[in-house]
């Protein structure tokens, strides 16, 4: 989609989406996955608590080296079944030329629960 076909929105609309800062405290293998992904629990701090995702990152990551590295994620969207796992958040990332997804990251340590703004 290009710029030109992106509809424009309200400031209004983008304070709905509540994107917060978290710490992955565990990672694994999502081998049960439709595409491959890596399991996550990511820590967004007292106000969100610990919360899910599968994340489609395994290009270029791998989960042991996942742990303590912070992240940033949609924390209101409804919880999502993949497979037999439910997803509570959904973990922000980037395209890459080769398709993998980079994931969006503050790149430095920032409070985790931190709203982006």
Known sequence: MSNADTPTIEFDDFLKVDIRVGRIVEAEPFPEARKPAIKLKIDFGPDVGIKKS????????????????????????????????MSEVLTLGF??????????????????????H
């Not at 990551?61 to 912070?70: A, C, N, S």
């Not at 994620?73 to 079944?81: E, L, M, S």
């Not at 994931?103 to 931190?114: E, K």
């Open 54 to 85: 599968s994340a489609q990152i395994t290009e270029f990551y791998e989960p042991e080296l996942l742990i303590g590295k912070q992240v940033m994620a949609v924390v209101n969207f409804p919880p999502r079944q993949i497979g037999k796992f």
């Open 95 to 116: 395209s890459a030329d080769s398709g993998g997804i980079v994931l969006a990251r503050p790149d430095q340590d920032v409070p985790i629960g931190a709203r982006l």
